[in-house]
């Protein structure tokens, strides 16, 4: 006999396509985009200040007092103010201020959630370019028909009977 | 009185020591020889300037970026900088 249980409806787990922030982050958005963003520059900048504190200027500082104890040693002319090596940090504030910034962005990617506010900003520029480009063409049709109205009605003046 | 020449910056004022006037410009700092405990410093046999001193810490500091990928947005600006600084920390 033929089997007369209903087939149970298996249910079908469905996964919610994860959308893939960090892949997003990666592909869509350029260094200038996270610099044009307010907080992700911040960031940015935040990061890039820490990086150079920790791993350049200890060596800069070292180049430095190297230079200045040979000339100390010495009694040169140089250097011959800075007796404990306190003005160094005029020059590693000089060389922050000009050397061009790496960036890193891989902390945004490997903590996508901080770039919320940059993707937010992009969503509402879309927004806003897409508005504009339809106020555009309903400029542009109203003009259009302006145009058309206009020429109608200069047909309509023209006299046949002179012709 | 102070005297401070014309173009010449003070030096940096360290909490220890009294610092003396400047006599010179820097330009004439700049050209002037580099006198140590031995008297006027010597490389290869010439009087090393404090110019030749700035270029060669100059190339110290653009080793250094160099070796980490680092870049200096305006070279020119910057050496200048740095021979304000080290004018600025030395004694005529």
Same mark, same amino acid.
């Given at each position: 006999? &033929? =089997?007369?249980?209903?087939?149970?409806?298996?249910?079908?787990?469905?996964? &919610?396509? %994860?959308?893939?922030?960090?892949?997003?982050?990666?592909?869509?958005?350029?260094?200038?985009?996270? *610099?044009? =963003?307010?907080?992700?520059?911040?960031?940015?900048?935040?990061?890039?200040?820490?990086?150079?504190?920790?791993?350049?200027? &200890?060596?800069?500082?070292?180049?430095?007092?190297?230079?200045?104890?040979? =000339?100390?040693?010495?009694?040169?002319?140089?250097?011959?103010?800075? %007796? =404990?090596?306190?003005?160094?940090?005029?020059?590693?504030?000089?060389?922050?201020?000009?050397?061009? &910034?790496?960036?890193?962005?891989?902390?945004?990617?490997?903590?996508?959630? *901080?770039?919320?506010? *940059?993707?937010?900003?992009?969503?509402?520029?879309?927004?806003?370019?897409?508005?504009?480009?339809?106020?555009?063409?309903?400029?542009?049709?109203?003009?259009?028909?302006?145009?058309?109205?206009?020429?109608?009605?200069?047909?309509?003046?023209?006299?046949?009977?002179?012709? | 009185?102070?005297?401070?020449?014309?173009?010449?910056?003070?030096?940096?004022?360290?909490?220890?020591?009294?610092? #003396?006037?400047? #006599?010179?410009?820097?330009?004439?700092?700049?050209?002037?020889?580099? !006198?140590?405990?031995?008297?006027?410093?010597?490389?290869?046999?010439?009087?090393?300037?404090?110019?030749?001193?700035?270029?060669?810490?100059?190339? #110290?500091?653009?080793?250094?970026? !160099?070796?980490?990928?680092?870049?200096?947005?305006? !070279? !020119?600006?910057?050496?200048?900088?740095?021979?304000?600084?080290?004018? #600025?920390?030395?004694?005529?």
């Amino acid at each position: 006999m &033929p =089997c007369i249980r209903k087939k149970r409806k298996q249910k079908t787990n469905k996964i &919610p396509e %994860r959308i893939n922030l960090e892949q997003v982050l990666r592909e869509k958005y350029t260094l200038e985009d996270f *610099l044009k =963003c307010d907080k992700t520059r911040e960031i940015l900048e935040q990061n890039w200040f820490y990086e150079f504190n920790r791993k350049y200027e &200890p060596e800069i500082e070292k180049i430095y007092e190297s230079e200045r104890i040979y =000339c100390q040693e010495n009694t040169s002319t140089l250097f011959y103010y800075d %007796r =404990c090596g306190s003005f160094v940090s005029h020059l590693t504030t000089m060389l922050f201020e000009y050397i061009k &910034p790496r960036y890193d962005l891989e902390f945004f990617y490997n903590n996508p959630n *901080l770039a919320k506010p *940059l993707i937010e900003k992009m969503k509402n520029i879309k927004q806003e370019q897409e508005e504009e480009h339809k106020r555009l063409i309903k400029e542009n049709y109203q003009q259009h028909q302006t145009q058309e109205n206009f020429s109608k009605e200069s047909l309509k003046k023209f006299n046949w009977e002179k012709k | 009185m102070s005297v401070t020449p014309f173009e010449s910056l003070p030096p940096f004022q360290p909490y220890n020591i009294s610092v #003396r006037d400047r #006599r010179i410009s820097f330009y004439e700092w700049i050209d002037s020889p580099i !006198k140590d405990i031995n008297g006027d410093v010597e490389e290869n046999k010439n009087q090393a300037s404090h110019s030749d001193y700035i270029k060669y810490f100059n190339s #110290r500091i653009e080793d250094f970026l !160099k070796t980490n990928k680092l870049q200096i947005n305006n !070279k !020119k600006e910057f050496k200048n900088e740095l021979a304000t600084f080290i004018y #600025r920390t030395s004694d005529e």
